[in-house]
C-alpha cells in the first residue's frame, strides 16, 4: 500500500516562503508522476501542480511564477517550493501519486494521497 507523508506546512507571511516536502513510499518512484493538489475551506480540491518522471511540470496559472515543483528521485521526496505566497493560497495542502509517468490535473488520476499539511499564509 502506498503511503505519503506531507510535511512543511505552516505560517507565513504574504510574499515570504515555505517549502513543502512529501514522502512517499512507493516502489519506483521516478516512474511516477506526482502532484501537488490544495483545497480552501468551503471549496473543491484543485490541481497546484505535476511533475512526471521526466522532470517536465505544470502548474495552474496561480502558482505560476511563484510555485515550483520538484522531485529527489535518489531520496523518493517531492518537493513544492512556494515564494512569494498570497492570503488566497491558504489550504490544505496534498501530495498525490499517479497511476505511472502519465501527468495530470484530474484528481482521479491520482491514486494515493496524503492526508495533508495546512499552508496559512497572512497579508
Known amino acids: 500500500q502506498v503511503r505519503l507523508v506531507e510535511s512543511g506546512g505552516g505560517s507565513v507571511q504574504a510574499g515570504g516562503s515555505l517549502r513543502l516536502s512529501c514522502a512517499p513510499s512507493?516502489?519506483?518512484?521516478?516512474?511516477?508522476?506526482m502532484a501537488w493538489f490544495r483545497q480552501a475551506p468551503g471549496k473543491e480540491r484543485e490541481w497546484v501542480a505535476w511533475?512526471?518522471?521526466?522532470?517536465?511540470?505544470d502548474y495552474v496559472d496561480s502558482a505560476k511564477g511563484r510555485f515550483t515543483i520538484s522531485r529527489d528521485n535518489a531520496r523518493n521526496i517531492l518537493y513544492l517550493e512556494m515564494n512569494s505566497p498570497k492570503p488566497e493560497d491558504t489550504a490544505m495542502y496534498y501530495c498525490?501519486?499517479?497511476?505511472?509517468?502519465?501527468?495530470?490535473?484530474?484528481?482521479?488520476?491520482?491514486?494515493?494521497w496524503g492526508r495533508g499539511t495546512q499552508v496559512t499564509v497572512s497579508s
Open positions: 498525490a501519486a499517479g497511476r505511472n509517468t502519465w501527468c495530470s490535473d484530474e484528481r482521479d488520476e491520482y491514486i494515493a
Open positions: 512507493i516502489y519506483a518512484f521516478s516512474g511516477h508522476c
Open positions: 511533475i512526471n518522471s521526466g522532470g517536465f511540470t
